[in-house]
């Protein structure tokens, strides 16, 4: 009688075998990992963009200080003069007195811009700071997560490369007409051997016949399901 529980074992490590390769490539296109990796890019041009925003508002800064620097001093030096009495004139006095009066209003607001400025300039770096943060910790999250990918990688490796052996082992011991016509039959089926409980192919799930089930029992030869076409394997078979 062939080796049908041996060819058995095959079939369902073959399942097995199949399954975690299925599973191990699923990992390997990890969801998660794809999703973290996309935030961190995100995050990095987002801070790239902000930091030549927040440069551009120093320069504006700088340019601002140095334009109230220069007012400033126009003003100072109009208003000594104004004091020190050089001037006599009293339509000289008006003209000036109203002109330093505008240089010291423009002054006061350029001061407020530069205030406004320097709030918006501290609100920047702390945002990018936080985002600084939130790259960091992602970075890390996703360094934790690749690293523990790897080590489920590695053991679904060689729990396969385990399966992988015992099946070499098993097919070893089959009889190799048994095992060539097996290969041939799973060009059509994934699981060509079908136990049968119940007088039912559990490939199929039909009824076999009396006569199919008599040639088990008698276990001479290899039985195929009369619907499916499997080879049968009946439990009570030596
Ligand atoms: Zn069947």
Known sequence: MP??????????????LKALEIKSREEQQHVELKKLRGEINQGRAAFEKLKETY?????RLKSKE???????EQADSLGQKLYSGAIINIKEIETNS?????????????EDEILEMMEEKDELRARLADIAASITHKTEAYRKMKKLLLTRQQQ?????????????RLIEQLEPRLWS????????LPDPLARVEKETCMGCRMGITYGELRLLKQGEGLVHCG????????EGQK
């Open 98 to 110: 109203k002109k330093l009066e505008s240089l010291r209003s423009a002054v006061s607001q350029i």
């Open 181 to 188: 016509m097996y290969q041939e039959m799973q060009k059509k």
């Open 227 to 234: 619907n499916c076409g499997r080879i049968l394997y009946w």
């Open 3 to 16: 080796d049908l529980k041996s060819l058995l074992e095959v079939q369902l490590y073959m399942g097995k």
């Open 66 to 72: 140095m334009s109230a620097a220069w007012s400033r």
């Open 55 to 59: 440069s551009g508002l120093k320069n």
């Open 156 to 168: 679904a490796k060689s729990e396969l490369d385990k399966y992988q052996d015992q099946i070499n």
